[in-house]
């Protein structure tokens, strides 16, 4: 833990020995010291003298005890979507801009160590040499990787996820420019149709924000089940259900899958399935919910572009022992709409946009192909493409 003299001391003058004294003072009264407990334990060892060094000493200690210390202030930023830690003074955070390097610094290679274990330990997980990476949920919802030399070079890494405290509406990506103006009501009929649809992309494209908030475009009076491996998806609506998934214990046992929550979701009477990320064999279940009845389902699912999402469909059903036309013959009656979102370079700067709605057909030869309907660059105007943009349309009752 890195902390600092604080508030009238000069930096510096307060001890190595005095700062250990104190933390072993804190350490004897469990996980979280309130700030009145960490006061008085500087105030016992003498470390300041004022009430303001003392306070600002209060303060640093509670910066580097609580949350992710010196990176919270990132993590609370509204604006940022991701924190990652290259090392102590390597620490980049992205505004949906593009990859931005902070002047937060956190001091040495041990305690950049130090505070990826800690924040492991905060979301339940263990974080040594034997177990040298990670994943978990911190306690505020934002999903944590992080990773530990010798797998990493020359220190300890963290990915933050971090958690938007409200879901963007439709107009504020409007404003944004994540869609043309035109787009905003072929969203909307995407939800008001109960259409079943994909939303692909790459990571970091946008796509949970995208899905969050289309849901919260969904009838009140409707019930939203959400499958997650880590939630994420915080709608604005007031009637979902979310459910997550659970590893097996140290004796592999009691491990809960996706597979596992879309199969217990048929039955809790949904009005909408939602997985957040469509990434191995709960594809199967998935196909299998949509195609008994459950209209307005959809999923996020990685593909570089609409037309790569048929083999990202096949590549998965093959894992849950499906072959290509088996996976065609679901996805082709359960997928109605495909809707890709990427970065994209617009006015020099790195920007998040809707490219693409297509529609999932199957070729003469009954194997699954992605049709392109409608397309955009980012920067003209939206294009309908043909008798299949035109067809699109008529689907979600716009011509």
């Known amino acids: 833990m890195s902390v600092r003299s604080g508030g009238g001391a000069k930096a510096g003058t307060v001890s190595d020995s005095g700062l250990e004294s104190v933390r072993a003072r804190l350490a004897q009264l469990g996980a979280h010291p309130t700030s009145q407990q960490i006061s008085t334990a500087i105030a016992k060892e003498n470390l300041v003298f004022g009430d303001r ?37 390597q620490i980049w955070v992205d505004r949906g801009r593009g990859m931005e390097q902070s002047t937060v610094r956190l001091g040495s290679d041990q305690d950049l160590r130090a505070l990826a274990v800690r924040l492991a330990a905060t979301g339940g997980t263990r974080l040594d040499d034997s177990q040298p990476m990670v994943d978990a949920r911190l306690p505020d919802g934002s999903r944590l990787h992080a990773m530990l030399r010798p797998l990493c070079e020359p220190a ?116 909408r399935i939602v997985l957040g990320e469509c990434r191995g064999v709960e594809v199967r279940d998935m196909l299998g919910a949509l195609n008994t009845g459950h209209e307005g389902g959809c999923a996020t699912i990685h593909a570089n572009s609409a037309y790569d999402i048929p083999a990202r469909l096949e590549a998965l059903g093959a894992l849950a022992g499906l072959d290509r036309l088996a996976v065609a013959a679901q996805a082709a009656s359960a997928i109605d709409v495909l809707v890709h979102v990427r970065r994209q370079l617009v006015a020099g700067r790195s920007h998040r946009i809707i490219s693409e709605f297509a529609m999932l057909r199957r070729d003469p030869v009954g194997f699954l192909t992605a049709e392109p309907a409608l397309v955009w660059d980012g920067e003209g105007s939206p294009q309908v493409l043909g008798a299949v943009g035109q067809e699109l349309l008529a689907r979600l009752g716009l011509q």
Do not use: C, Y
């Open 156 to 271: 300890a890494v963290i990915s933050i996820r971090t958690l938007r405290a409200r879901p963007l509406t439709l107009a504020q990506l409007v404003v944004g420019k994540t869609l043309p103006d035109a787009w905003e009501p072929v969203l909307r009929a995407l939800v008001s149709q109960r259409v079943n649809f994909l939303i692909s992309g790459a990571t970091g494209s946008g796509k949970t924000t995208l899905l969050a908030t289309l849901l919260g475009l969904v009838d009140r009076r409707e019930r939203i089940i959400t499958i997650e491996e880590s939630r994420e998806l915080r709608p604005a609506h007031p009637h979902v259900l979310a459910l997550e998934t659970k590893r097996s214990n140290v004796e592999g046992i009691g491990e809960v899958d996706q597979a596992d929550l879309v199969r217990n979701a048929l039955r809790m009477r949904p009005d």
């Open 53 to 89: 060094a003392l306070a600002a000493l209060t303060n640093d200690f509670e910066t580097a005890l609580r949350g992710a210390g010196p990176l919270q202030p990132l993590i609370e930023d509204p604006e940022v979507t991701d924190v990652l830690v290259n090392g102590p003074d």
